[in-house]
């Protein structure tokens, strides 16, 4: 199979990943775990793992660490930290009904499969399990024209969603949200944080959307419910 563009591209990108995007990373990832909870024993899936920065700011929460690391990129892997493991999100090599939680941050953009790969994180998650998604937000004009750029010039680049959007993939692939959120870290960079369980058939919550399409607002939108 031929390789992802993202691979060679993040694998040269590794070294000065951190450095390069540090404040980028930090301001998204406080976002994506404010309202995060472990349970203790709970294991966690961080997919598109990059360096491992999640993994780093959740060391401190229930103990013993259960988190592996997973990523296009062996370059991005090896300055993780934990159990890593190199694979693409759209064929996770890992068992399934093995994770109570799965985050995603910053890399569903860059999936040319996101259908099967939300199938994929569905497989691993155990029944009621928890996906975390925080990535860029096309409901903010800002992100919209450097998605229109990037298709253009950056061959890892798919597509990014709005919030109507991703939800519709997240329910078509059989979870249900549970919360949306919308936030800009700075005058470019607008996001989105979803939160869906894994459901189960004849068992859907029917929980009402929090945050309806289009509803892009000012700096700070979205709720949880
Ligand atoms: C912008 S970085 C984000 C890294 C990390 N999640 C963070 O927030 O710091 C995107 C990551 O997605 C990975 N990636 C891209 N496509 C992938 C795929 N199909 N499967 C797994 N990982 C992928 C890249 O290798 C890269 O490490």
Not at 92 to 113: G, K, R, Y
Not at 155 to 162: E, I, N, S, V
Not at 163 to 185: H, M, N, P, W, Y
């Amino acid at each position: 199979m031929k390789p992802l563009p993202a691979q060679a591209q993040y694998d040269r990108l590794a070294p000065l990943y951190n450095q390069r995007w540090g404040a980028y990373t930090e301001s998204t990832l406080r976002a994506t775990l404010d309202g995060f909870t472990l349970r203790p024993g709970d294991w966690v899936l961080d997919l598109a793992a990059g360096t491992g920065e999640l993994a780093r700011r959740i060391a401190d929460r229930p103990s013993p660490l259960r988190i592996i690391g997973m990523d296009l990129s062996r370059g991005m892997l090896v300055r993780g930290l934990g159990w890593r493991v190199q694979g693409d999100a759209a064929r996770i090599p890992l068992a399934s009904e093995s994770f109570d939680q799965v985050l995603c941050t910053n890399a569903f953009h860059m999936f040319p499969a996101p259908e099967a790969t939300l199938t994929e994180i569905r497989r691993v998650l155990r029944p009621e399990g928890l996906l975390t998604l925080t990535d860029w937000c096309d409901d903010y004009l800002t992100c919209k024209l450097c998605s229109l750029w990037l298709r253009l010039t950056d061959p890892g680049f798919h597509r990014a969603y709005t919030v109507g959007a991703c939800r519709s993939l997240l329910e078509q692939a059989g979870f249900d949200v549970v919360e949306t959120r919308r936030f800009k870290i700075n005058w470019l960079w607008g996001l989105m944080r979803l939160v869906a369980r894994r459901s189960e058939p004849g068992s859907r919550s029917g929980v009402p959307r929090s945050a309806p399409d289009g509803d892009a607002g000012g700096h700070d939108a979205g709720s949880r419910s």
